[in-house]
Protein backbone atom coordinates (compact mmCIF):
# COMPACT_ATOMS: atom_id res chain seq x y z
CA UNK A 1 0.00 0.00 0.00
CA UNK A 2 1.31 3.16 -0.87
CA UNK A 3 1.95 5.68 1.84
CA UNK A 4 1.05 9.57 2.28
CA UNK A 5 2.30 11.07 -0.83
CA UNK A 6 3.60 15.26 -0.75
CA UNK A 7 4.21 17.49 -3.31
CA UNK A 8 6.65 19.34 -4.16
CA UNK A 9 9.06 18.48 -1.86
CA UNK A 10 11.26 21.33 -1.84
CA UNK A 11 10.61 24.51 -3.27
CA UNK A 12 11.92 28.06 -2.55
CA UNK A 13 9.48 30.74 -2.70
CA UNK A 14 9.99 35.18 -2.51
CA UNK A 15 8.38 37.26 0.29
CA UNK A 16 4.70 38.17 -0.83
CA UNK A 17 4.08 35.03 -3.32
CA UNK A 18 1.74 32.24 -1.88
CA UNK A 19 2.03 29.14 -2.63
CA UNK A 20 -0.05 25.36 -2.69
CA UNK A 21 1.09 22.46 -1.42
CA UNK A 22 -0.55 18.82 -2.52
CA UNK A 23 -1.24 15.86 -0.37
CA UNK A 24 -2.54 12.67 -1.46
CA UNK A 25 -3.12 10.05 1.74
CA UNK A 26 -3.05 6.52 2.00
CA UNK A 27 -6.00 4.99 -0.61
CA UNK A 28 -8.87 4.37 2.35
CA UNK A 29 -8.02 6.97 4.56
CA UNK A 30 -10.42 9.55 4.80
CA UNK A 31 -8.78 12.26 7.39
CA UNK A 32 -6.20 14.55 6.30
CA UNK A 33 -4.28 16.89 8.71
CA UNK A 34 -1.60 18.96 7.89
CA UNK A 35 1.56 20.76 9.81
CA UNK A 36 3.84 23.10 10.22
CA UNK A 37 7.45 22.16 11.72
CA UNK A 38 10.35 24.29 12.71
CA UNK A 39 13.37 24.35 14.97
CA UNK A 40 11.73 27.00 17.36
CA UNK A 41 8.34 25.81 17.33
CA UNK A 42 8.20 22.22 16.76
CA UNK A 43 5.76 20.25 15.02
CA UNK A 44 2.41 22.62 15.10
CA UNK A 45 -1.01 21.43 14.03
CA UNK A 46 -2.76 23.66 11.16
CA UNK A 47 -5.72 21.81 10.18
CA UNK A 48 -7.39 18.87 9.64
CA UNK A 49 -10.35 17.76 6.89
CA UNK A 50 -12.87 15.00 6.87
CA UNK A 51 -15.21 14.58 4.27
CA UNK A 52 -14.22 17.79 2.53
CA UNK A 53 -14.99 19.40 6.02
CA UNK A 54 -12.23 21.23 8.10
CA UNK A 55 -12.90 20.14 11.54
CA UNK A 56 -10.39 21.86 13.63
CA UNK A 57 -7.99 24.26 13.16
CA UNK A 58 -4.70 25.33 15.22
CA UNK A 59 -3.45 29.16 16.29
CA UNK A 60 -2.51 29.86 12.52
CA UNK A 61 -3.14 33.61 10.62
CA UNK A 62 -5.88 33.51 7.99
CA UNK A 63 -2.86 33.34 5.35
CA UNK A 64 -2.86 29.35 6.08
CA UNK A 65 -5.26 27.53 4.44
CA UNK A 66 -6.45 24.46 3.29
CA UNK A 67 -9.38 22.09 1.68
CA UNK A 68 -10.17 18.89 1.01
CA UNK A 69 -11.24 17.03 -2.42
CA UNK A 70 -14.00 14.60 -2.63
CA UNK A 71 -11.04 11.52 -3.30
CA UNK A 72 -9.52 12.77 -0.25
CA UNK A 73 -6.85 14.44 -1.71
CA UNK A 74 -6.14 17.96 0.61
CA UNK A 75 -4.01 20.99 -0.96
CA UNK A 76 -2.85 23.80 1.69
CA UNK A 77 -2.37 27.47 0.60
CA UNK A 78 0.00 29.72 2.29
CA UNK A 79 -0.44 33.19 0.62
CA UNK A 80 1.50 36.37 1.18
CA UNK A 81 4.54 34.42 2.49
CA UNK A 82 6.76 35.83 5.07
CA UNK A 83 10.01 34.63 6.09
CA UNK A 84 9.12 33.07 9.35
CA UNK A 85 6.96 30.54 6.79
CA UNK A 86 9.83 28.94 6.36
CA UNK A 87 9.58 24.66 7.28
CA UNK A 88 8.57 21.70 6.61
CA UNK A 89 4.98 21.21 5.95
CA UNK A 90 4.13 18.02 6.63
CA UNK A 91 0.72 15.91 5.76
CA UNK A 92 -0.84 13.10 7.72
CA UNK A 93 -3.64 10.75 7.18
CA UNK A 94 -5.98 8.62 9.04
CA UNK A 95 -8.87 6.61 8.76
CA UNK A 96 -11.00 8.85 10.61
CA UNK A 97 -13.13 5.58 12.25
CA UNK A 98 -14.42 5.75 15.91
CA UNK A 99 -11.61 5.45 18.54
CA UNK A 100 -8.23 6.84 18.23
CA UNK A 101 -6.79 6.39 15.07
CA UNK A 102 -3.23 6.04 13.79
CA UNK A 103 -2.16 8.90 11.73
CA UNK A 104 0.73 8.13 9.14
CA UNK A 105 2.74 11.25 7.82
CA UNK A 106 4.12 11.91 4.85
CA UNK A 107 7.56 12.46 3.68
CA UNK A 108 6.88 16.41 4.24
CA UNK A 109 7.47 19.48 1.57
CA UNK A 110 10.03 21.90 2.37
CA UNK A 111 9.43 25.46 1.99
CA UNK A 112 11.98 28.04 2.04
CA UNK A 113 10.89 31.81 1.83
CA UNK A 114 13.58 34.25 0.45
CA UNK B 1 -3.03 22.69 24.60
CA UNK B 2 0.35 21.66 23.94
CA UNK B 3 1.70 18.57 26.14
CA UNK B 4 4.88 18.72 28.13
CA UNK B 5 7.51 16.34 27.10
CA UNK B 6 10.69 15.88 29.75
CA UNK B 7 13.34 15.49 29.46
CA UNK B 8 14.24 18.03 26.35
CA UNK B 9 17.93 15.73 25.60
CA UNK B 10 18.90 12.51 26.70
CA UNK B 11 22.57 11.32 25.76
CA UNK B 12 22.74 7.81 26.48
CA UNK B 13 25.48 4.58 25.52
CA UNK B 14 24.43 1.89 23.59
CA UNK B 15 22.60 -0.59 25.64
CA UNK B 16 21.13 2.38 28.51
CA UNK B 17 17.81 2.42 29.42
CA UNK B 18 15.46 5.78 28.78
CA UNK B 19 12.17 7.27 29.90
CA UNK B 20 10.35 9.87 28.44
CA UNK B 21 7.60 11.54 29.87
CA UNK B 22 4.38 13.36 28.39
CA UNK B 23 1.73 15.14 30.49
CA UNK B 24 -1.06 17.47 29.64
CA UNK B 25 -2.92 20.17 31.75
CA UNK B 26 -6.27 18.85 30.11
CA UNK B 27 -7.39 15.52 29.90
CA UNK B 28 -6.12 12.82 27.61
CA UNK B 29 -8.18 10.54 26.03
CA UNK B 30 -5.29 8.94 23.46
CA UNK B 31 -1.81 9.48 23.40
CA UNK B 32 0.34 8.60 20.27
CA UNK B 33 4.32 7.84 20.53
CA UNK B 34 6.60 8.93 17.21
CA UNK B 35 10.09 9.26 16.59
CA UNK B 36 11.60 11.68 13.69
CA UNK B 37 15.11 11.09 12.78
CA UNK B 38 17.06 13.97 11.23
CA UNK B 39 15.53 15.03 7.68
CA UNK B 40 12.54 12.47 7.48
CA UNK B 41 9.25 12.55 8.50
CA UNK B 42 8.04 11.20 12.05
CA UNK B 43 7.34 7.68 12.38
CA UNK B 44 4.31 6.16 14.33
CA UNK B 45 5.76 4.16 17.66
CA UNK B 46 2.27 3.53 19.10
CA UNK B 47 -0.98 4.66 20.52
CA UNK B 48 -2.68 4.19 24.08
CA UNK B 49 -5.91 4.50 24.07
CA UNK B 50 -7.02 3.92 27.74
CA UNK B 51 -5.74 4.72 30.94
CA UNK B 52 -3.45 2.29 32.71
CA UNK B 53 -2.78 0.93 28.43
CA UNK B 54 0.57 -0.49 28.65
CA UNK B 55 1.99 -1.70 25.07
CA UNK B 56 5.18 -2.54 23.63
CA UNK B 57 6.96 -4.12 20.36
CA UNK B 58 10.99 -5.17 20.70
CA UNK B 59 12.22 -3.08 23.76
CA UNK B 60 9.89 0.27 22.95
CA UNK B 61 7.09 0.23 25.45
CA UNK B 62 4.79 2.86 26.88
CA UNK B 63 2.40 3.07 29.68
CA UNK B 64 -0.99 5.82 29.42
CA UNK B 65 -2.02 6.90 33.13
CA UNK B 66 -5.44 8.74 32.32
CA UNK B 67 -5.96 10.24 35.88
CA UNK B 68 -2.68 11.80 36.13
CA UNK B 69 -3.02 12.75 32.28
CA UNK B 70 0.83 11.49 31.88
CA UNK B 71 2.44 9.18 29.48
CA UNK B 72 5.75 7.29 29.53
CA UNK B 73 7.92 5.98 26.54
CA UNK B 74 10.49 3.22 27.85
CA UNK B 75 13.16 2.35 25.32
CA UNK B 76 15.31 -0.45 27.05
CA UNK B 77 18.69 -1.65 25.92
CA UNK B 78 18.66 1.18 23.38
CA UNK B 79 20.58 0.87 20.25
CA UNK B 80 22.04 3.27 18.09
CA UNK B 81 19.08 3.23 15.87
CA UNK B 82 16.92 4.77 18.40
CA UNK B 83 18.49 7.86 18.15
CA UNK B 84 16.08 10.41 17.13
CA UNK B 85 13.66 12.85 18.18
CA UNK B 86 10.45 11.51 20.39
CA UNK B 87 7.51 13.24 20.60
CA UNK B 88 4.01 13.05 22.11
CA UNK B 89 1.05 13.60 20.49
CA UNK B 90 -2.91 13.93 21.64
CA UNK B 91 -6.07 15.09 19.69
CA UNK B 92 -6.14 18.66 18.89
CA UNK B 93 -9.82 18.22 19.45
CA UNK B 94 -13.27 18.83 17.88
CA UNK B 95 -13.46 15.47 16.95
CA UNK B 96 -10.62 15.58 14.52
CA UNK B 97 -8.00 13.39 13.76
CA UNK B 98 -5.03 15.77 14.36
CA UNK B 99 -2.32 15.68 17.23
CA UNK B 100 -1.21 18.31 19.45
CA UNK B 101 2.68 17.46 19.10
CA UNK B 102 5.01 17.92 22.59
CA UNK B 103 8.22 19.68 21.48
CA UNK B 104 9.97 16.54 21.35
CA UNK B 105 12.69 14.92 23.18
CA UNK B 106 16.00 14.92 21.50
CA UNK B 107 17.75 11.45 22.25
CA UNK B 108 21.22 10.50 21.40
CA UNK B 109 23.02 6.74 21.35
CA UNK B 110 26.56 6.43 21.80
CA UNK B 111 28.28 3.79 20.94
Known amino acids: KAGVTQTPRYLIKTRGQQVTLSCSPISGHRSVSWYQQTPGQGLQFLFE???????NKGNFPGRFSGRQFSNSRSEMNVSTLELGDSALYLC?????????????FGEGSWLTVV | QQPVQSPQAVILREGEDAVINCSSS?????VHWYRQKHGEAPVFLMILLKGGEQKGHEKISASFNEKKQQSSLYLTASQLSYSGTYFC????????????FGKGTHLIIQP
Open chain 1, 49 to 55: YFSETQR
Open chain 1, 92 to 104: ASSLAGPGGNTIY
Open chain 2, 89 to 100: GSPAGGGADGLT
Open chain 2, 26 to 30: KALYS
